[in-house]
């Protein structure tokens, strides 16, 4: 059971952005970006603690007023900058917490539900038998093309309705859940055997330009107004 085990959420914020100038801390439906995933997580009743791993002062000040179950990380300066692969980090957060379960999400998530969050530990509980991670992702039912003009998911020569497409899934850097023990076996958040969890389209924009950005706010304004 999920309540009998500690979960631990990890959550990288950065103080620089390369692609939209300060993103994280940019307002976003009235509040920072970066409050967003952090009030979620808050809310969601597995959730134990929040570690933020952070190489910003501001965020290091404030976040822990935002939520009681929220640790500061100062980031080494060996893991600062972009180029620095986020696997990095987390291996070195592992080395810094104790808990049974590791739920992983962004500060770019903003949209994602307590009630998802929720629903993709339950998941993975129930799964361990036969997964030792999970990862979120998007599914389509739609043609799909190598580069090379290869289809993928489809027949060119018999054009079935798209509904009845074999689904191809995307890898949307939502949610990923996995153990000390799973990340071990290859220093990544994905284990050997994965489950792969479909996240509701609503919930899975991932902010990454400015046009994600404007998009993830506008889902907002829509959700907040339903």
């Known amino acids: 059971m999920i309540h009998s085990r500690k979960v631990t959420a990890l959550v990288p914020v950065k103080d620089h952005s390369a692609r939209v100038k300060g993103k994280n801390f940019r307002e976003f439906a009235g509040k920072?970006?970066?409050?967003?995933?952090?009030?979620?997580?808050?809310?969601?009743?597995?959730?134990?603690?929040?570690?933020?791993?952070?190489d910003s002062p501001r965020v290091m000040q404030e976040a822990q007023s935002i939520s009681r179950k929220i640790r500061v990380l100062e980031?080494?300066?060996?893991?600062?900058?972009?180029?620095?692969?986020?696997?990095?980090?987390?291996?070195?957060?592992?080395?810094?917490?104790e808990a049974d379960i590791y739920l992983q999400t962004h500060a770019t998530n903003p949209l994602l539900r307590a009630e998802t969050?929720?629903?993709?530990?339950?998941?993975?509980?129930?799964?361990?038998?036969?997964?030792?991670?999970?990862?979120?992702?998007?599914?389509?039912?739609?043609?799909?093309?190598?580069?090379?003009?290869?289809a993928v998911n489809h027949?060119?020569?018999?054009l079935i309705p798209t509904q009845d497409l074999n689904p191809v899934f995307e890898e949307n850097s939502c949610i990923y859940v996995f153990t000390k023990e799973?990340?071990?076996?290859?220093?990544?958040?994905?284990?050997?055997?994965?489950?792969?969890?479909?996240?509701?389209?609503?919930?899975?924009?991932?902010?990454?330009?400015?046009?994600?950005?404007?998009?993830?706010?506008?889902?907002?304004?829509?959700?907040?107004?339903?």
């Open 32 to 54: 920072p970006l970066y409050h967003h995933i952090l009030h979620t997580l808050d809310r969601t009743f597995a959730v134990d603690e929040i570690v933020i791993n952070t």
């Open 182 to 226: 799973s990340f071990a076996k290859k220093q990544r958040r994905i284990g050997l055997t994965p489950l792969m969890f479909a996240t509701p389209p609503m919930e899975s924009v991932d902010i990454d330009d400015e046009l994600t950005f404007r998009l993830a706010e506008l889902l907002a304004l829509y959700a907040g107004n339903d």
């Open 155 to 158: 027949d060119p020569e018999d």
């Open 75 to 97: 980031r080494p300066p060996e893991l600062r900058g972009d180029e620095v692969s986020t696997n990095r980090l987390f291996e070195h957060d592992l080395t810094q917490t």
């Open 117 to 150: 969050i929720a629903d993709a530990l339950k998941t993975f509980v129930e799964s361990e038998d036969e997964h030792d991670s999970l990862f979120s992702v998007n599914r389509f039912q739609s043609r799909f093309y190598l580069s090379s003009g290869e």
